[in-house]
């Protein structure tokens, strides 16, 4: 495992860090079934393998990924994990901005200093934890004021209730503002091969800011893993069914990437998944990976990927071959 500190922290994160939205299952991840037995070995895989990271939020499962990782975390692994989770995203019905509807939950975004400090009360609740290494702002919005945002986090800071501070779902000039009032550790951005334009833009303000920059979604979902995964139906309800990789012209562009990625499958010796992964890591310096996992060889494999240093040449072979896949926005 190779390791980093977040941002101008302290904290030393493995660069494979673990995301805990598939294992909350409901309608998004419809196929996947984690019981907290199975997340226990996971998450003592999870050590063996040197990760040590982990990020979750309320809304993953509506309350059910946080409560598993409660539950699996209290026998003595909590000290063995920076432990993330994120705020703003709430299904409460006492305000806010609406946000989606699912499984029969309205979700308001709410960035007002009393409805972040309410997250982080029951966040703590669910996962059985007294603090939290790391409190991400699930969706910045513009209807609070930044500062009044900053100062309700700097404020769970000085109580000990939250180690470090994060943005997702941002744009550059956003973390510009935030870093006016305080310091951002990371921005949790989504980042692909097939939609990559919203972290190219934003990798020179977080490299200003000396901000880690966490890539969720490189392996968008899955449908990065392998050929077949692009021609995979899915239920009504589950993400992937939304996302704009199941439709022509992009699917058959997608699969001319796997074409081109085939050979080299063999040059490095590794799945699809490693040549997708360790591009991702190639475009900037200190990326973090997080990546959903539901089974153990889908970790392990991750691992490897820190692994494969690809040429210049390969790079460029696989970005090129994405370009007509590509999408320039993407809102999942
Ligand atoms: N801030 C936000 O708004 C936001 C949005 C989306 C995601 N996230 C975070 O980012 C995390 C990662 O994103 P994601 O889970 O959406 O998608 P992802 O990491 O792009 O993909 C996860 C899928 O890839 C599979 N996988 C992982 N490693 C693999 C490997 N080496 N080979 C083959 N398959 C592999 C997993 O399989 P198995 O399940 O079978 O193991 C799972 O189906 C989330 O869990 C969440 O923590 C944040």
């Not at 190779?2 to 995301?19: C, I, N, P, R």
């Not at 040590?52 to 975390?73: F, M, R």
């Not at 303000?205 to 995979?232: C, S």
């Not at 996302?243 to 562009?253: C, D, F, M, Q, S």
């Amino acid at each position: 495992m190779k390791y980093q500190k977040l941002g101008k922290t302290d904290l030393e994160a493995s660069v494979v860090s673990f995301g805990g939205w598939g294992i909350g299952g409901g309608s998004v991840w419809s196929d996947k079934s984690v019981g907290v037995s199975d997340l226990e070995r996971l998450l003592d895989l999870a050590s063996d393998l040197g990760i040590n990271y982990i990020d979750t939020a309320p809304v993953y499962g509506t309350g059910v990924s946080e409560q598993l990782l409660g539950e699996a975390l209290k026998k003595g692994r909590r000290a063995k994990f920076l432990l993330q989770t994120k705020c703003s995203l709430n299904w409460r019905g006492d305000g806010g901005n609406f946000h989606y509807e699912r499984d029969g939950y309205t979700v308001n975004n709410d960035t007002s200093a009393s409805a972040i400090r309410k997250d982080v009360e029951d966040s703590l609740i669910r996962l059985q934890t007294d603090y939290l290494d790391l409190l991400v702002v699930h969706y910045v919005c513009k209807s609070w004021p930044v500062e009044e945002t900053m100062g309700a986090l700097l404020d769970l800071v000085k109580e000990g209730k939250i180690r470090a501070i994060g943005i997702s779902n941002s744009k550059p000039e956003d973390l510009d503002e935030y870093e006016q009032y305080g310091t951002v550790a990371l921005v949790q951005e989504q980042f692909s091969l097939l939609a990559p334009y919203h972290g190219m833009d934003y990798f020179p303000t977080a490299n200003k800011h000396h901000t880690t920059f966490q890539v969720y979604g490189a392996l968008e979902e899955g449908f990065l893993t392998a050929p077949d995964y692009v021609d995979r139906t899915f239920p009504q309800g589950d993400v992937r069914g939304k996302l704009p990789w199941i439709h022509e012209p992009i699917k058959g562009a997608i699969h001319q990437l796997f074409d081109v990625m085939k050979p080299l499958t063999e040059k490095y010796h590794c799945s699809y998944s490693n040549l997708v992964q360790a591009w991702t890591l190639q475009q900037n310096p200190g990326i973090n990976l997080l990546t959903g996992f539901t089974r153990p060889e889908t970790m392990i494999n991750t691992c490897q990927s820190l692994e494969i240093q690809l040429s210049q040449e390969d790079a460029a072979l696989i970005g090129n071959a994405a370009k007509p896949a590509q999408v320039t926005e993407l809102d999942k």
